[in-house]
């Protein structure tokens, strides 16, 4: 019976490609009511929904799909499609992707200005208001207390959006001066060089672009990040070379992947019988067992890196935020306080994720099909699910030391501090015993 359905649905696949909807749903329809298994079935009503008209009876067969193959990426597409999530003129074709926009780039971007004086309003890292740098007006952000959002991988992979990465410069037109100005590429919010008024980039409205999704915002100033930097030195026995500059706060990006689906294996399973005519009751080999199996994968939020140029010291840190605590993404987070860009896309962060994935999970299966020898494993059937970008909050200093700049990152949330530096390892000169960083630090430390 099943052969016979998968001829039928071959037939209505052949018909509705040519454009002869009515024999295909003829067809189609045949074949979802003599087949029982649930690849079949899940493309039989995807087909079926390519070939009626009423849009209710569209999503019904859509949905009819997605419920014999939840990770149905066509009919999760058109579904998306269907209620509006992405549009129709959006959608890319993944073998020829469209060449990367060139020239300058048009930018909205978001003002913020205290309503009472019309002075700079910047994040306070208190989580969740914004200050007027004069007039200390104090205004909350009024913000849910709810989680980030979870965003469908299929969906943006198909469109220009998943594989998109920032190359060209952005121009924004001041909203408060009305002069133009040029941010670099790689940075989503700055201060207008004329006027000084924080702009935030609406990165919802780009098409090649996605907009972050979460933010664990800043949790303390500039000061705390200093004694954060100071007993980390001091920690490690580093004596820096030269001047150190005051830690500089700004957002970080990161890439966060729900991965499913189920790694595809061949194991050899050997049984054993209890040898009856042996005094010591010994067991002997019977016969071996090929066993083809599928073991169900669940990983959730598998962190990477958004940023090529940080990822070393960021990769450190990344085990030291709460990632519980991520706040659904507001441009307000941003005032006053710079963000990076991804330059990694989605599409190829994926594929680390995948990858990863696979292998830790290919690692553990032998402990835990322990009666089992692993002979061939497959990734075939391994999917991302979900994803999230999320800003993260650092400070950053250059650390002069042993001949060369190191790059030191502070946790903007917890206070540790990472570098290229191996911890606890380095040592001070013991000839040197003044000068360096806490003499250059000792103004801001001394509390007045």
Not at 62 to 84: F, P, Q, T, V
Not at 153 to 179: N, W
Request: glycine share 6%.
């Amino acid at each position: 019976m099943d052969e016979f359905a998968k001829e039928l649905l071959r037939s209505g696949i052949i018909e509705a490609k040519t454009g002869n909807k009515e024999v295909a749903r003829r067809y189609l329809d045949r074949a979802i009511y003599a087949s029982s298994a649930h690849d079949a079935l899940a493309e039989g009503w995807f087909w079926m929904s390519q070939v009626v008209d009423d849009p209710a009876e569209k999503r019904k067969a859509l949905e009819n799909c997605l419920s014999h193959d939840l990770r149905h990426a066509r009919a999760r597409r058109a579904l998306a499609i269907l209620n509006g999530a992405i549009k129709a003129d959006e959608v890319i074709n993944p073998d020829k992707l469209p060449p990367a926009p060139e020239g300058l780039r048009k930018a909205d971007a978001d003002r913020f200005m205290c309503p009472k004086c019309g002075g700079r309003m910047a994040f306070a890292p208190d989580g969740g208001s914004l200050v007027c740098e004069y007039c200390t007006r104090n205004q909350g952000l009024g913000l849910a207390n709810a989680d980030a959002e979870e965003k469908d991988f299929i969906t943006a992979m198909a469109t220009m959006k998943g594989h998109g990465k920032p190359l060209q410069e952005q121009v924004f037109h001041c909203k408060g001066c009305g002069s133009e100005f040029i941010l670099p590429p790689k940075l989503i919010s700055a201060a207008c060089m004329y006027c000084g008024s924080p702009h935030v980039v609406s990165l919802e409205k780009t098409k090649d672009l996605l907009a972050p999704t979460g933010i664990i915002p800043h949790a303390f100033d500039q000061k705390r990040a200093t004694h954060q930097l100071v007993q980390w030195v001091e920690g490690n026995k580093i004596t820096p070379e030269k001047k150190v500059e005051l830690p500089r706060g700004l957002y970080l990006p990161l890439w966060t992947f729900d991965v499913g689906g189920a790694i595809d294996y061949t194991a050899e399973m050997i049984q054993y019988d209890n040898d009856e005519d042996d005094i010591f009751r010994r067991q002997r080999q019977l016969e071996s067992v090929r066993i083809n199996d599928q073991y169900p994968v669940m990983v959730d939020d598998l962190p990477l890196p958004a940023s090529r140029k940080l990822s070393a010291p960021l990769l450190k840190l990344i085990p030291k935020f709460d990632m519980k605590s991520v706040k659904p993404y507001d441009p307000r987070y941003l005032a006053d306080w710079p963000a990076e860009v991804y330059d990694i896309p989605m599409a190829d962060a994926s594929l680390d994720a995948r990858s990863q994935a696979y292998a830790f999970t290919k690692r553990d299966l032998p402990h835990t099909l322990n009666s089992m020898r692993i002979i061939h494993t497959s990734s075939a059937n391994l999917v991302i699910d979900s994803f999230k970008l999320i800003l993260l909050p650092v400070w950053m200093t250059e650390l002069p030391f042993d001949g060369r700049e190191h790059l030191v990152l502070i946790n903007g949330q917890s206070g540790d501090a990472a570098s290229d530096i191996q911890d606890k390892t380095a040592k001070a000169p013991e000839t040197e015993k003044s000068g360096g960083l806490l003499d250059f630090l000792s103004d801001l430390l001394d509390d007045k």
